[in-house]
């Protein structure tokens, strides 16, 4: 039996009776093509089964087709917070129809970081969107620098042009603390997330703002670090309790957190939101789940990704999106912990 050789650009223009550039045109995803040779070439590439030659049209088109996806965190934080998966699913369902692929990877460490940066300014992908930065990373400007359009998950710490998307978190910490405040707790404490993160540190910036417009003393014997898991929010609730043990409101910076401090008003017989009122930030699917049910902050994860992902199409376009960056509200959804 003879065997049928793969189609090729020829097949298709014979097909669709169209010149080859045509095809390649609407291949390539260039405007300059009626809707009617449009329609003509993407049946015969159907009727065909033909596979563009991804690799040939790179070197047309200088186009890669890829967009890196970078989380500079570790496995554990990474799979162990619904908020990352919810940002993935908004990224990819944006991306769904647009023939861009996304390659992930974690950074977790420094050397990570290095083999990574070489490989993106290598002209391997269009573009990069970055979640999760630490401190004053160098590694959004050195892409931008070498021509690489990047869109950050969060805004930077320190100065940057690079556009990102981010949720309101000064503002959601703000309600959050107000609704205690309301409340009638007067010993409000904190397990803050991590001050080398923008979010860290609006959150707790929001934090100190509710103390002062409820009229409230801030106390850094009332604050405690965490790193917005679950282990930290027991370590941290546990410090609270022996220094503190008259408190009786905890605001967490994230659900994971305030997931901690639960378990453990639980394990020392403090009764939730009676004795301790607890809130949250994330409104994660535990949230709603938890014993009792957790008051929280809900920030629309899924938008940011696909935000992002509009962000760095437009970007690719040689778009300059205006505004560059966008910050989505935050809203309070009250339960039983408060």
């Known amino acids: 039996m003879e065997k049928r050789s793969a189609p090729t650009l020829d097949t298709v223009a014979a097909r669709a009776g169209v010149g080859r550039g045509t095809v390649s045109r609407v291949i390539n995803g260039s405007s300059r093509v009626s809707q009617e040779a449009r329609d003509a070439v993407n049946r015969a590439i159907t009727e065909l089964g033909y596979v563009p030659n ?21 496995e554990d934080r990474m799979w162990g917070e ?38 993106l300014l290598g002209k391997h992908v269009d573009g990069a969107l970055l979640i999760s930065l630490h401190g004053d990373d160098p590694l959004p ?25 981010d949720s309101d978190n000064r503002g959601g910490a703000r309600q959050a603390v107000e609704h205690l405040a309301s409340t009638g707790r007067r010993r409000i404490a904190a397990i803050t997330g991590p001050q080398d993160m923008s979010v860290g540190i609006d959150r707790l ?45 905890v605001f ?42 957790l008051t929280t902050v809900r920030q629309a994860a899924e938008p940011m990704g696909r935000e992002m992902a509009r962000l760095i199409q437009a970007r690719i376009r040689g778009e300059n999106p205006d505004p560059p960056s966008t910050i989505l509200s935050t809203r309070l959804i009250v339960r039983e912990s408060s």
């Open 54 to 74: 991804h690799a040939a049209r790179s070197l047309v088109t200088r186009r890669t087709d890829v967009i890196a996806l970078v989380i500079s965190e570790t």
């Open 82 to 119: 619904p908020y990352f998966a919810d940002v993935i699913r908004g990224i990819t369902r944006q991306l769904s129809e647009s023939g861009l692929r996304l390659m992930f990877t974690l950074a977790s460490t420094a050397e990570d970081r290095s083999r990574l940066e070489t490989y």
């Open 141 to 165: 400007r050195h892409l931008e620098g070498s021509g690489l359009p990047v869109v950050l998950c969060g805004a930077p710490v320190g100065e940057t042009d690079v556009p990102f998307v």
């Open 205 to 249: 910036t929001g934090y100190r703002e509710a103390l002062r417009t409820e009229g409230l003393p801030e106390d850094p014997a009332l604050m405690e670090p965490g790193d917005f898991s679950e282990a930290a929010g027991v370590t941290a609730m546990r410090a609270l309790l022996d220094r503190v043990p008259d408190l009786d409101a």
């Open 252 to 293: 967490a910076a994230s659900d994971p957190m305030a997931f901690g401090a639960l378990r453990v008003l639980r394990e020392r017989g403090i009764r939730v939101p009676e004795d301790v009122a607890v809130v949250g930030f994330d409104d994660s699917p535990r949230a709603e789940h938890s014993e009792p049910p």
